[in-house]
Nanobody
Framework: VQLVVGSGGGLVQAGGSLRLSCAAS????????AAWFRQVPGKDREFVAAISSSGGSAGYAGYVKGRFTISRDNAKNTMYLQMNSLKPEDTAVYYC??????????????????WGQGTQVTVSS
């Protein structure tokens, strides 16, 4: 599986919204859990949100819960991250990931085998 992040990143003012997309190649995307992680320079990559292979369950980090929504369209081999009420502390490079095989999702980056190239999200105050 290859993951390609779309053009949804960029610069936005605090309180604004962005929608990230990530397209997967291959026929097995719907058998993998999917997730978004983010990273700022000098810090470890941190979990943002994850969704099961079917899309039936999802989980969020506390710092984005209620503001971000992860979704997927298996017919289009694409996953999304809708980000609302953005804050300056959301500024990071965002990565999409896919992996696992048991249907559920992991909040640990080690649970994912495939990664997109990352997209910069910058939130100005």
């Amino acid at each position: 599986v290859q993951l390609v992040v779309g053009s949804g990143g960029g610069l936005v003012q605090a309180g604004g919204s962005l929608r990230l997309s990530c397209a997967a190649s291959g026929r097995t995307f719907n058998s993998y859990a999917a997730a978004w992680f983010r990273q700022v320079p000098g810090k470890d990559r941190e979990f943002v949100a994850a969704i099961s292979s079917s899309g039936g369950s999802a989980g969020y980090a506390g710092y984005v819960k209620g503001r971000f929504t992860i979704s997927r369209d298996n017919a289009k081999n694409t996953m999304y991250l809708q980000m609302n009420s953005l804050k300056p502390e959301d500024t990071a490079v965002y990565y999409c990931a896919a992996g696992g095989g048991g249907g559920g999702y992991s909040t640990n980056s080690r649970g994912y085998d495939y990664w997109g190239q990352g997209t910069q999200v910058t939130v100005s105050s």
